[in-house]
């Protein structure tokens, strides 16, 4: 048994797919597979239920797998134990980020993180929020930068920044035109939303529950349509498909889309998202998230309110 085919086993379990947890784990698919059969071998389990079209993890591999996930982030400790005995601040740092996050904050944290802890560079990985929690978990990561609330056993969060929403619109649209606006006239436009198993799609549903109605009913939105990335709804909303609504740390455009757009206001109370920091209470570099922690709050965000300022600076 080995570290590697625990990582094997933990990545099946995680993708529910052999081909999708051998490109996670950089491997040929039959590499992983012959290393998952001679582990089931080695024990004398089944770990996982093959049926076509399906995979399915056993009772004895769900076991299995939660003792392999912990086990993988205690030989991850015990490196980061070795490197922590020089310095904490030396050695890349692996930090997730919320996949709407991550291209808005990094521009400016870089820069920021550089001059606080130049020997540590980050290693970056964008990904959904049930993939940031699981990376995290098993190891993978050490810290990650999502939406809050980001609850899990065994895992510290702290909050950075709440930033609101703003209702983004073509430049000669008729609402950029009103003085006041009302979620009654949104009820008529085509409203543009990332796809499902994003969680600002479901914070952007919580807000204005008229964009899930039915089709036919009298008072949904008009139409819904679906983007990759806030960037993609972004330059739809540019070409005049619809309207939508995105953080506010997303609204800025380049140069040549500006005269495109028009940032108003949500009508009513002002949604906003909160972005919290997680990381393993076992996460032997303590100094490294302070670090992180505080360059984030240092970023020249405009547009959103920090928090826990001064205990990112007190814990620096």
């Not at 510290?156 to 929403?165: G, H, I, N, S």
């Not at 990759?228 to 740390?249: D, F, K, N, Q, W």
């Not at 547009?303 to 814990?315: N, Q, W």
Request: glycine share 6%; charged share 25%.
């Amino acid at each position: 048994m080995t570290l590697t085919e625990l990582r094997y086993i933990v990545a099946v379990a995680r993708e529910r797919h052999f081909g999708r947890a051998a490109k996670a784990c950089f491997v040929s698919q039959p590499t992983l597979s012959a290393a998952v059969k001679k582990l089931e071998e080695e024990l004398g389990a089944a770990l996982f239920e093959r049926t076509p079209g399906r995979l399915r993890v056993t009772a004895v591999g769900q076991r299995v797998v939660e003792q392999a996930q912990r086990v993988l982030e205690q030989a991850a400790a015990i490196k980061e134990l070795a490197r922590a005995g020089h310095d904490e601040l030396a050695g890349p740092l692996k930090v997730g980020f919320l996949s709407t996050v991550g291209p808005y904050l990094l521009p400016d944290l870089i820069p920021v993180l550089r001059r606080r802890a130049p020997k540590m560079p980050l290693v970056v990985e964008e990904h959904m929020t049930e993939t940031l929690r699981a990376r995290l978990k098993e190891g993978t990561l050490d810290a990650v930068v999502a939406s809050a609330p980001f609850v899990e056993p065994g895992i510290v969060t702290l909050a950075l920044y709440e930033e609101p929403f703003a209702l983004v619109l073509p430049a000669g649209h008729a609402l950029a035109r009103k003085a006041r606006l009302t979620v009654d006239e949104l009820r008529r436009e085509n409203l543009l939303l990332l796809g499902p198993g994003h969680c600002f799609r479901d914070q952007v549903l919580s807000v204005c529950p008229v964009c899930e109605s039915p089709a036919d009913d009298e008072h949904s939105i008009q139409r819904t349509l679906e983007g990759s990335s806030l960037e993609t709804i972004r330059h739809m909303v540019a070409s005049g498909v619809g309207i939508t609504l995105l953080p506010c740390t997303a609204v800025a455009s380049p140069r040549h889309e500006r005269r495109l757009l028009t940032a108003r206001r949500f009508p009513g109370a002002q949604p906003t998202r909160r972005i919290a920091l997680a990381w393993r209470a076992s996460f032997p570099r303590p100094k490294a998230i302070a670090a992180l922690r505080a360059a984030i709050l240092d970023c020249p965000l405009k547009c959103v309110r920090r928090l826990h300022r001064a205990a990112a600076d007190a814990a620096a």
